[in-house]
C-alpha cells in the first residue's frame, strides 16, 4: 500500500525502530505467537471470519478470538461494541490501526475515514473504559507471567458523548448517578483508551482522539512495568476530566535500566476538567506517576482547571512544550506549582538539558456554539459549599456523637450548569489538525 504522507512514514519507521529494540529475550513464549490480521467494517462487515473479503462488523463481536499479535485493521464507521455496551476490553497485546476506508486500501482516520468508538447511554449499559487493554495477568503453560510483544493502538476516534448522561438532556452538565426510572446510566467514570502492559512490552498511542470523557484518572492512560517503553504521540484530548493523559508505572524497583521510559510528543490537550465541580484532583492536561523517566516535547498542553503537567516525581526532559490559559499551574511537582517562567529555576524533577518551554495566548479553532458554553460557566468553589452545609440535631447523629463518628451534614446542591459540555466530534476536530509554531498534534492525512 502505498498511502503514507511523510509524517506517518516516519512515524512507522520509529515505531519499526521502537519495536526492534526491545529485547527478543524477554519475550516468553505465548507472546512470540506470530499474530494474524483482522478486518472489520461497520458498513460492510458480517459474521466472525474478520478477513478483508469477509470483515466481521465490530471489534466487540471477535474479541474472543484475539490471540498475541493480532493486527486488527477497522473502517470508517460509528461503534459501540457488542450489544452496543460500549466498551471493549482485550487481554493480549494487538495492534490496532482505524481510519480506512471500506475497501482497507486508504486511510484518512481524522478526516474522509474517521473511525469513532462510542456507545449508548442506557440503564445497565458499560460504564468501562472504551477501550481496555490488559495483558500484564496473562500466563505461559507453565503458570509464569507471559512478558514482551508490543501495544498498538493507531487513529481511533473515542467520544463518551452519546454514553454520558446529561442533565435534563440539555447537553450542558454531565451527571454521575443514573437515573433507574428513566432508564438512564450514570456517566462513564472513566477513559477513552486504558492500556496496562506486561514487563518488557511496548505500547504506542498514536494518530487518536479522545474526548468527552468523564475519568477521575486518564482520558488516555498507559501503563508501562518493567523494562517497558511507551510512545505518546500526535494524540488530540479535547474536553475531559480527570487527566488528558496520565503516564503510568508498574515498576517499584530501583534498577534504572528496567525503570519505565515514555516519550510524550505532538499532543494537543484542551479543556481538562476538574472530577466534579468542586474536586481537588484531575483537571491537569497530563500527569505522571513517579518511578518512570519521559522526554516531553513539542505538546500544547492548554486549558486545564487545575494546571498543563502534574508531576508525582517521574524524571522528565521538557523541551518546546506550549502552556497557554492553565488555571492554577503550568507545571507542578508534588505540591508545588510553578508558571512557564519558573519551571526550570524551581523545578527538581527536571533534566538540566530542559529548554524552549513557552507561554503563548493562542486562538483555538472550535465551534463558537461550544465556545459560548464554555466561556459562561462559573467556578463552582468547594470553600463555599463547605460553609454552607450545615449539620442537623437528628437521631442518626446523636448516635453517630455517640461513638465519635462525624456528624452528617445537609445536602447542598454541589452541580455545576454547566460542566463537560457535550461537543460534537466535527465541532472538536478543527483545533487539532494542525500544530501552533511546530508544537501540538497534525492532521494524520494520508494519501494514495
Known amino acids: 500500500m502505498r498511502y503514507f504522507n511523510k509524517f506517518l512514514a516516519l512515524g512507522f519507521f520509529f515505531i519499526f525502530l521502537f519495536s526492534q529494540g526491545h529485547a527478543q529475550e524477554n519475550t516468553s513464549k505465548n507472546f512470540l505467537n506470530k499474530g494474524r490480521d483482522w ?5 460492510t462487515g458480517s459474521g466472525q471470519m474478520g478477513t478483508k473479503d469477509r470483515p466481521a462488523k465490530d471489534l466487540g463481536n471477535i474479541i474472543h478470538h484475539l490471540k498475541p499479535n493480532d493486527r486488527i485493521h477497522i473502517a ?3 461503534y459501540m461494541s457488542k450489544g452496543k455496551r460500549g466498551a471493549d476490553e482485550i487481554n493480549v497485546p494487538v495492534q490496532i ?4 476506508d471500506i475497501t482497507f486500501d486508504r486511510r484518512d482516520p ?6 469513532i468508538f462510542t456507545g449508548v447511554n442506557e440503564y445497565q449499559k458499560s460504564t468501562n473504559t472504551r477501550l481496555y487493554i490488559r495483558t500484564d495477568q496473562q500466563r505461559e503453560s507453565g503458570g509464569l507471567k507471559s512478558t514482551g510483544s508490543k501495544i498498538i493502538v493507531d487513529g481511533i476516534i473515542f467520544d463518551n458523548g ?12 454531565i451527571r454521575r448517578k443514573a437515573s433507574p426510572t428513566s432508564g438512564r446510566n450514570p456517566s462513564p467514570e472513566s477513559g477513552g483508551i486504558s492500556i496496562v502492559a506486561s514487563r518488557y512490552t511496548n505500547v504506542i498511542v498514536q494518530n487518536c482522539v479522545v474526548m468527552n470523557t468523564a475519568p477521575s484518572e486518564g482520558a488516555i492512560s498507559v501503563k508501562v512495568f518493567e523494562g517497558g517503553k511507551g510512545i505518546i504521540q500526535n ?6 476530566t480527570g487527566y488528558g493523559i496520565h503516564v503510568r508505572t508498574g515498576y517499584a524497583g530501583s534498577n534504572e535500566s528496567k525503570i519505565p521510559k515514555y516519550t510524550i510528543r505532538h499532543n494537543t490537550v484542551l479543556f481538562t476538567w476538574k472530577h466534579d465541580p468542586i474536586a481537588s484532583y484531575g483537571g491537569a492536561a497530563v500527569a505522571f506517576d513517579q518511578n518512570l523517566t519521559a522526554i516531553v516535547e513539542n505538546n500544547v498542553l492548554g486549558f486545564g482547571h487545575k494546571g498543563g503537567i ?10 518546546n512544550n506550549l502552556f497557554t490559559g492553565n488555571g492554577k499551574y503550568d507545571y507542578k511537582e508534588i505540591n508545588d506549582k510553578m508558571a512557564i517562567e519558573d519551571i526550570l529555576d524551581e523545578a527538581m524533577h527536571l533534566d538540566p538539558m530542559s529548554d524552549s518551554n513557552k507561554g503563548l495566548l493562542i486562538k483555538i479553532p472550535v465551534a463558537e456554539r461550544w465556545a459560548e458554553i464554555y466561556a459562561r460557566r462559573r467556578e463552582v468553589s468547594r470553600a463555599k459549599v463547605d460553609a454552607a452545609v450545615t449539620v442537623s440535631n437528628t437521631g442518626a447523629n446523636q448516635l453517630r456523637s455517640i461513638f465519635g463518628l462525624n456528624l452528617q451534614g445537609s445536602n447542598v446542591v454541589m452541580d455545576a450548569e454547566i460542566f463537560l459540555p457535550l461537543i460534537t466530534v466535527e465541532e472538536a476536530l478543527p483545533a487539532g489538525l494542525y500544530p501552533w509554531e511546530g508544537m501540538g498534534c497534525n492532521i494524520p492525512k494520508q494519501v494514495q
Request: proline letters at 2%.
Open 110 to 115: 481524522w478526516n474522509a475515514h474517521k473511525t
Open 310 to 319: 502534574y508531576n508525582l516525581g517521574a524524571k522528565l526532559t521538557l523541551m
Open 97 to 100: 490501526y482505524g481510519g480506512y
Open 235 to 240: 494524540n488530540f484530548c479535547f474536553n475531559n
Open 76 to 78: 470508517e464507521g460509528i
Open 39 to 43: 478486518y472489520i467494517s461497520k458498513t
Open 162 to 173: 452519546p454514553r454520558n448522561r446529561y442533565h435534563q438532556d440539555k447537553n450542558l452538565a
